[in-house]
């Protein structure tokens, strides 16, 4: 926000100068809106490259985590110690234990935010899906009314904390959702809303859900539950098949199965793929 008013005071105060000087209303305006705009884009890039810095710095730190939840699961593998569900256990709080320290160097960014309009967002953003991915979500709720919704993943992770507190806005959301995120994109967002209107034993309007998605999403899992959920089989209906998506939002386990190092790379206790917000 900063970097706005000092650009804007520059824009005002090049305009004062150059109109002392040039007779034309039209150069002065020019003169006041160029530097404005050298001034924004040079503050910009400045702390932007810092919070850039930083995030690199996070994104780092969470591959580390990750790769020795690896190591871990090869040790494991060569040479069995303990039981295996130890193992899991262990992997869970190694991977934790990198988003936390993830998370407190995130923190460090928080003076920048005064510099740029929104880095805050950005950066809440970041911190909401870490602290959704290891279970801490009431620090999460606390930043949901603060962040950017660019991909559909994020869209549910609110919709799954709406559904957990009952907030009215939960339709809302939905309807917000399938219209930001179509075909495709909207796969995982029909899935969970028709999966918590199961749930909530609203079958006629699950259905509606998933009639809508099948006349607009050619994808055999949505077409499989509506057939399942308009033939009364609800006890068949899955989103299993959306696989690291769907179980990364801790309303089902994933099924039992050798942790190899390719099936942990699913699992939703790893951490995600880089996180680009500059």
Same mark, same amino acid.
């Given at each position: 926000?900063?970097?706005?008013?000092?650009?804007? !005071?520059?824009?005002?105060?090049? !305009?004062?100068?150059?109109?002392?000087?040039?007779? !034309?209303?039209?150069?002065?305006? #020019?003169?006041?809106? $160029? $530097? =404005?705009?050298?001034?924004?884009?040079?503050?910009?890039?400045? *702390?932007?490259?810092?919070?850039? #810095?930083?995030?690199?710095?996070?994104?780092?730190?969470? #591959?580390?985590? @990750?790769?020795? %939840?690896?190591?871990?699961?090869? /040790? *494991? @593998? !060569?040479?069995? $110690?303990?039981?295996?569900?130890?193992?899991?256990?262990?992997?869970?709080?190694?991977? +934790?234990?990198?988003?936390?320290? $993830?998370?407190?160097?995130?923190? #460090?960014?928080?003076?920048?935010? &005064?510099?740029?309009? *929104?880095?805050? /967002? @950005?950066?809440?953003?970041?911190?909401?899906?870490?602290? =959704?991915?290891?279970?801490?979500?009431?620090? %999460?709720? &606390?930043?949901?009314?603060?962040?950017?919704?660019?991909?559909?993943?994020?869209?549910?992770?609110?919709?799954? /904390?709406?559904?957990?507190?009952?907030?009215?806005?939960?339709?809302?959301?939905?309807?917000?959702?399938?219209?930001?995120?179509?075909?495709?994109?909207?796969?995982?967002?029909?899935?969970?809303? %028709?999966?918590?209107?199961?749930?909530?034993?609203?079958?006629?309007?699950?259905? +509606?859900?998933?009639?809508?998605?099948?006349?607009?999403?050619?994808?055999?899992?949505?077409?499989?539950?509506?057939?399942?959920? %308009?033939?009364?089989?609800?006890?068949? *209906?899955?989103?299993?098949?959306?696989?690291?998506?769907?179980?990364?939002?801790?309303?089902?386990?994933?099924?039992?199965?050798?942790?190899?190092?390719?099936?942990?790379?699913?699992?939703?206790?790893?951490?995600?793929?880089?996180?680009?917000?500059?």
């Amino acid at each position: 926000m900063l970097s706005l008013i000092i650009a804007v !005071s520059c824009g005002i105060l090049f !305009s004062g100068i150059a109109s002392l000087k040039i007779e !034309s209303t039209g150069w002065v305006i #020019t003169i006041g809106i $160029a $530097a =404005f705009l050298t001034v924004a884009i040079i503050l910009n890039r400045y *702390f932007g490259k810092k919070l850039t #810095t930083v995030v690199n710095q996070v994104q780092g730190m969470l #591959t580390e985590s @990750q790769n020795d %939840a690896f190591k871990m699961i090869n /040790r *494991f @593998q !060569s040479k069995p $110690a303990g039981s295996q569900k130890m193992m899991e256990k262990n992997v869970e709080k190694k991977v +934790e234990a990198g988003v936390i320290k $993830a998370l407190e160097v995130l923190e #460090t960014i928080r003076p920048l935010f &005064k510099w740029s309009l *929104f880095a805050e /967002r @950005q950066i809440n953003t970041l911190k909401m899906q870490l602290n =959704f991915q290891i279970k801490r979500f009431d620090e %999460a709720d &606390k930043l949901m009314p603060k962040i950017f919704v660019l991909e559909p993943l994020t869209l549910c992770m609110k919709m799954v /904390r709406q559904y957990h507190n009952n907030s009215p806005d939960l339709d809302k959301t939905y309807k917000k959702g399938i219209k930001k995120f179509k075909y495709e994109k909207g796969i995982l967002v029909h899935s969970l809303y %028709a999966w918590i209107l199961i749930k909530r034993n609203d079958i006629d309007r699950a259905l +509606e859900v998933l009639t809508l998605a099948k006349e607009k999403i050619d994808d055999e899992m949505i077409h499989r539950n509506w057939q399942n959920v %308009a033939n009364n089989k609800i006890h068949l *209906f899955s989103n299993a098949g959306l696989g690291e998506q769907w179980y990364s939002l801790h309303l089902e386990k994933p099924p039992k199965q050798r942790p190899g190092k390719g099936q942990m790379k699913g699992n939703p206790v790893m951490p995600k793929g880089k996180r680009r917000f500059f």
